[in-house]
């Protein structure tokens, strides 16, 4: 795990995550608040925690296909103080503990702390990681091995759609998105109703890997 730093993004590695893969996977990037969790704001409690339908499921089978799965998250909450580095870092570890019990296991989270705006001391600032920069996705393919072009990723914001394109991840779920804004990225970006409409079992199965 990497100790807290003033600059780029910071990340929870999980036990199982191999660093400098001589051999590039694929991965599905996965949003958190509003993906993974309802979104009931700045949520880093366990008992605040209600899971998205579906979540468990669409890591398994992206994981039975061979991709990494590695959360991406801006968390202006800890840059306004509304928690610690700490009290986060400690949340994230039992949320990755719960998707290793659904035999859903994650490899990382990537997290940015800091708001150009509303951010305290140092973690006020305009960085690399906040999405829509696509730091966090450059970080993780420096660290573990992702190949970009042929991996996934799945938000409910066009901040995470714009952050993934700038990363030149190939393809983008856009949870509940907007149609019209979304036909503007040349097929790229796919609006979805829900997770259970993000790669069917037959899709993931043909992706490289």
């Known amino acids: 795990m990497s100790a807290p730093s003033a600059q780029g993004p910071r990340v929870f590695l999980d036990e199982r995550a191999v660093l400098g893969a001589k051999t590039l996977r694929p991965a599905l990037f996965l949003d958190r608040d509003g993906v993974i969790n309802v979104d009931h704001g700045y949520v880093h409690r366990a008992e605040d925690t209600q899971w998205l339908p579906g979540i468990f499921e669409l890591v398994r089978r992206a994981r039975a296909a061979g991709y990494l799965c590695i959360v991406v998250s801006n968390q202006a909450g800890l840059a306004r103080g ?90 983008c779920y856009w949870l509940d998105g907007e149609r ?30």
Not at 119 to 145: E, N, V
Not at 148 to 158: D, F, K, R, T
Not at 199 to 204: C, D, F, N, T
Request: aromatic content about 8%; hydrophobic content about 45%; charged content about 20%.
């Open 82 to 171: 509304y928690y610690t580095d700490a009290q986060f870092r400690a949340y994230t570890a039992w949320m990755h503990a719960e998707f290793a019990r659904h035999g859903a296991p994650l490899d990382a989270t990537y997290y940015c702390p800091h708001h150009p705006e509303a951010g305290l001391g140092d973690l006020k600032q305009a960085c690399d990681c906040r999405k829509p920069q696509p730091g966090m996705f450059l970080a993780a393919r420096d660290a573990l091995g992702v190949d970009l072009p042929v991996s996934i990723m799945v938000g409910n914001q066009a901040t995470d759609m714009q952050a993934a394109l700038a990363a030149a991840v190939g393809r």
């Open 180 to 209: 019209d804004r979304a036909a503007e990225w040349g097929g790229k970006v796919i609006v979805a109703a829900g997770l259970d409409d993000i790669m069917p079992a037959g899709e993931i199965a043909a992706q490289p890997g």
